[in-house]
């Protein structure tokens, strides 16, 4: 056993300190434990010949008188460390600095005695050393200090070790403690195109400028439909589809807002007069096997055919728009069917989710709002259930029992 460790357990026992103590302070200062175990060991009972307890007695009679002779020579403790660090913060940037408390103790002399401290920066998953910063300290019984490392601008974030190890009369003491390395990200502004800090909206609302309600998709503000009417545009009734010459069309379904209106021929590629096909039977010619197909029209006339059709034949309206192949003209072409032939359920076989949120929508500006809940995108649909909530307070306004109900 080392004579220095066997020293300074007996001057730590001299004094007191429990061997928990012991043996936490020694596996500080770098001893293993299987060493300390075996200095802290104690002497071994067996049952032993009388001569040998005679001769074990004089033993122990000659190692007090060593010991009170030592006693008496006042020779000097064996000297070893306690080390410890505590972070001043456990966050930093790349680039940044990461500052530390070390504090030192001496046990078992009172003599100055200078180290060498070695601080690293080590991977804890693979224990490699990233960074390391050396300095030298002298102590006589107890000290501390603070250490600043500048952490790498190049460092990648995540969790790190700082460790620190110091040195000192064939002796080490190791302290360590974890860190982690973090990214900051963009400061938030009202030009990220993010709904971030006090925003009510996208860069609006707040500490921003103003959210302009007029084109956020909800019934808000002053407005009498979804951002229309109010302060806003004003709301324009019908639609270019319905058959019927509102808003500031010329015809039906045709001029102002909706498609030019066109006379009515037999050449203007468009099933209407008496025509059997398009552009033939009734007053114009006979159709034959050669006319167009409703593939070879353009996409404008594919979804008026489709939606003239389906006033007549629901069916083949719908089967038309089914050989389409591009997926955006088929699903608009099922919506008008749907809308025309007043058929929410044509609605399910549209793929692309922003046509089929159209098409229902499209019924519940018509009244139908139990398909508010099907509605994907959250703007349409809060419009939806914003609809409904007017339509029944409208309702209730002008029920008059609703109103008795409410004055009573």
Do not use: W
């Not at 190791?174 to 800090?197: I, W």
């Not at 639609?239 to 069309?249: H, K, T």
């Not at 389409?324 to 609605?347: G, N, S």
């Amino acid at each position: 056993m080392d004579p220095r460790l066997h020293a300074y357990i007996q001057e730590q026992r001299k004094r007191g300190v429990p061997d928990s103590q012991i043996k936490l302070s020694l596996l500080r200062a770098g001893y293993a434990p299987s060493i300390i175990d075996a200095g802290l060991a104690r002497q071994e009972h067996h049952h032993l010949p009388m001569a040998l307890i005679i001769v074990g007695f004089l033993v122990v009679v000659v190692a007090m008188a060593v010991v009170f002779f030592t006693a008496f020579n006042r020779s000097e403790p064996s000297f070893l460390l306690d080390l410890n660090t505590k972070p001043l913060q456990v966050d930093v940037e790349p680039g940044g600095q990461l500052s530390f408390i070390k504090e030192i103790s001496s046990m078992g002399s009172a003599k100055r005695h200078d180290m060498v401290l070695t601080h690293s920066i080590l991977n804890p998953r693979n224990g490699d050393e990233l960074l390391s910063k050396k300095e030298t300290m002298a102590i006589e019984t107890k000290g501390s200090s603070t250490t600043t490392i500048d952490i790498p601008a190049d460092l990648s974030p995540g969790y790190y070790l700082m460790q620190t190890l110091a040195d000192y009369e064939g002796k080490q003491a190791v302290a360590s403690f974890l860190f982690k390395v973090y990214k900051k990200g963009p400061v938030p502004t009202c030009f990220d195109n993010e709904q971030n800090q006090d925003e009510t909206g996208v860069d609006c609302g707040g500490s921003c400028d103003p959210c302009d309600h007029c084109s956020d998709g909800l019934l808000d503000g002053d407005e009498t439909d979804v951002d229309c009417g109010g302060s806003c545009v004003p709301c324009v009734e019908g639609s270019c589809f319905d058959n019927v010459q509102d808003q500031d069309e010329e015809g039906v379904d045709c001029g102002g807002v909706c498609r030019p209106c066109l006379t009515a021929s037999c050449f203007d590629g468009i099933r209407n007069q008496d025509e059997t096909g398009i552009d033939c039977g009734g007053i114009c010619r006979a159709c034959t096997q050669g006319d167009r197909s409703f593939r070879d029209l353009d996409p404008r006339e594919q979804l008026i055919f489709a939606r003239n059709l389906a006033t007549t034949d629901p069916d083949q309206a719908h089967d038309l728009c089914t050989t389409l192949t591009d997926q955006a003209q088929k699903d608009e072409c099922i919506a008008q069917v749907a809308d025309e032939v007043d058929d929410k359920a044509m609605c399910d076989q549209i793929l692309i989710p922003s046509k089929k949120d159209s098409c229902l929508l499209s019924f519940a500006l018509e009244g139908d709002y139990t398909v508010c809940s099907e509605i994907t995108n959250i703007y349409l649909m809060n419009s939806c259930l914003n609809l409904e909530k007017a339509a029944a307070k409208k309702a209730s306004s002008a029920d008059p029992a609703s109103g008795d109900a409410l004055a009573s």
